[in-house]
């Protein structure tokens, strides 16, 4: 581990610079912001040959692959129709709104739901230029997860492009690598003399299992409990707070399955303090388990192209505290709506007044059903984990 200024980061493949001072000792406090799914690839990108459907009537004869097959989703999503000067503001472009929000944090955490690539070849919806790890720099995100299921949406030579931009960018990442090793390989942060761990895997990928990282084979790291407990038990050790990143479930609902539920008590229970789920287009809530906190799913944080069933979503800021000598404790959890209905989605803000309250209210009902107490205060959510939860026995 290498140390620079007060922010000590113990990186799979690179070392994060920051700045600051730490603390007066006996209180030390840190801010992470954790965002959901940033997509910035304007519309589809939709794969040169397509294969039709099959024909459950003629069960020997396999389907046909079309070329320049036809967009299927321009009748559900809306067209931003944005023009830039240079790709410095195309890239930029989603940022501009949430940046000053961003740089004034300590650490801020995203789901990197793109391949990186500027000669991979496309097979999935998403591959964004590699110009856009600097613009997630410049804003101020710190670190991202790249297991999720468009990884391997420009092949395995996109995906390996993609930890190769982070590195040279100066971005910290989680969830896949080279080979399983290093898929499961933690991000430690820290912070104000905070140390801070993150691990990230992912439940399925659009490409199939073979996108999973094995002994010799690239990946994403895969959601098997056995090798989460593992790893949990060895960071446990090394740090003050532990973070899994886990993108799962179904983009069906904003409601948490009983099955989705049990396994996130579980990693709690082998040792997690915090949870960053994700891949739903629609936001769901958060729930305190033990004292520890289960995001469930922000949802989007931005997109290159917007459904029209999608609207708002939310950041999260938790508040990380910690007195020497003593272990950590989450001080507060805040929830931060954001714009998302329409052609906000490509450049999202935070909201007020009425819309904050709207998607506030609908966390309020949705985290209570996890037996998590939310409070509205002005435009922000704010939940206490000392006092928001129910254990559960």
């Known amino acids: 581990m290498r140390v620079i200024g007060s922010l000590s980061i113990v990186l799979p493949l690179a070392v994060l610079a920051a700045c600051g001072s730490p603390l007066r000792a006996q209180d030390r406090s840190v801010n992470l912001i954790v965002g959901g799914d940033a997509t910035w690839t304007l519309g589809y990108k939709v794969p040169a040959i397509a294969v039709a459907e099959a024909d459950p009537s003629d069960p020997d004869w396999r389907p046909l692959p079309h070329v320049n097959h036809d967009d299927i989703h321009n009748n559900k999503t809306y067209s931003y129709n944005l023009h830039f000067d240079n790709q410095t503001d195309e890239m930029r472009y989603p940022l501009q709104k949430l940046a000053p929000l961003f740089r004034s944090s300590d650490i801020v955490f995203v789901n990197l739901e793109t391949p990186l690539s ?3 070849r496309p097979v999935g919806d998403y591959l964004t230029p ?12 710190t670190a991202v997860s790249v297991a999720n299921n468009h990884t391997f949406d420009a092949e395995q030579a996109g995906f390996l492009d993609t930890l190769h931009t982070l590195t040279a960018a100066g971005l910290g990442y989680v969830g896949g690598g080279r080979d399983l090793a290093e898929a499961r390989r933690p991000l430690i942060l820290e912070r104000n003399g905070i140390r801070i761990g993150i691990l990230g895997y992912s439940q399925f990928n659009n490409a199939g299992v073979s996108a999973f990282a094995t002994d010799s084979l690239p990946g994403e790291a895969p ?17 003050d707070f532990v973070a899994v990143s ?15 539920r049990e396994f996130a008590h579980q990693v709690i229970d082998d040792g997690a303090d915090m949870i960053f789920g994700g891949h739903t287009p629609y936001p769901k809530g958060i729930e305190v388990y033990r004292g520890k906190v289960i995001i469930y799913s922000p949802a989007h944080m931005f997109s290159g192209h917007a459904h029209r069933e999608w609207g708002d979503n939310y950041l999260v800021r938790l508040t990380l505290d910690k007195k020497d000598g003593g272990p950590g404790s989450i001080g507060k959890v805040e929830v931060l709506p954001i714009a998302g209905t329409g052609m906000q989605l490509s450049q999202p803000y935070l909201l007020d007044d009425g819309p ?14 996890l037996d998590t107490k939310l409070t509205i205060e002005g435009t922000t959510g704010v939940i206490l984990p000392a006092k928001g939860g129910v254990e559960r026995k």
Do not use: Y
């Open 118 to 120: 500027d000669t991979a």
């Open 130 to 141: 590699t110009a856009f790890a600097g613009a997630l720099k410049w804003a101020g995100v």
């Open 223 to 239: 959601m098997d409990p056995t090798i989460i407990r593992e790893d949990i038990q060895k960071l446990r050790t090394q740090v």
């Open 246 to 260: 886990f993108h799962w479930g179904t983009d069906k609902s904003s409601n948490v399955s009983p099955g989705n």
């Open 356 to 369: 904050a309250e709207k998607l506030l209210q609908t966390i309020r009902e949705l985290s209570s059903k």
